[in-house]
């Protein structure tokens, strides 16, 4: 894993975000690392989630990022009461692992489909820059998967892995 300050390097460098700064924070029990940003033209969370674990690795540590208009400030640094509180009510997804079969293969398609690695279980499609064609491809792709028709509003619908995995089950 690497240290919160290459990761905002990595986000800061990143031609979309204005500034980038980078906090471990306590949601669940455990720690994760959650970056704020600020942004210069439109970019997802997860868009710059997976910028970064594909410029340090997929094991290097960045849990979530939060887009905001101002980074929140505290004492000179990233107030992480902040950020954890975006993560405690929705405001910032965290990356998680797929859990089962069924949404590793609804995970695997997505990020074939899409070209976006990884693809989390509760990453949102229009989040990765899902469109109606890759929404078509990646539609055909499962009924062909799962043996089983699946129409454009029930995928769009769903809006995750996970709920379409759900779905499919």
């Not at 980074?71 to 009510?89: E, F, I, N, R, Y």
């Not at 062909?144 to 995928?155: I, K, S, T």
Request: charge should be negative; glycine fraction near 8%; aromatic fraction near 4%.
């Amino acid at each position: 894993m690497v240290n919160v300050a290459e990761i905002a390097d990595v986000l800061s460098a990143h031609p979309g975000v204005n500034r980038a700064e980078v906090a471990v924070v306590r949601h669940d029990g455990r720690d994760v690392t959650v970056a704020a940003v600020e942004l210069t033209e439109y970019l997802s969370g997860p868009v710059l989630r997976n910028h970064v674990h594909q410029q340090l690795g997929e094991d290097c540590g960045l849990n979530g990022v939060l887009v905001v208009d101002q980074v929140p400030m505290a004492d000179g640094a990233v107030d992480a009461g902040q950020l954890a509180a975006a993560v405690a009510d929705g405001r910032c997804t965290l990356f998680e692992d797929p859990r089962d079969d069924v949404e590793r293969r609804v995970a695997a398609i997505w990020s074939a489909q899409m070209d976006v690695r990884p693809v989390g279980a509760t990453d949102d499609f229009l989040e990765l820059g899902g469109d109606s064609l890759s929404a078509l491809g990646i539609i055909a792709a499962l009924e062909a998967e799962f043996d089983r028709p699946l129409d454009v509003y029930e995928f769009m619908s769903a809006s995750s892995v996970r709920r379409l995995a759900e779905m499919l089950r």
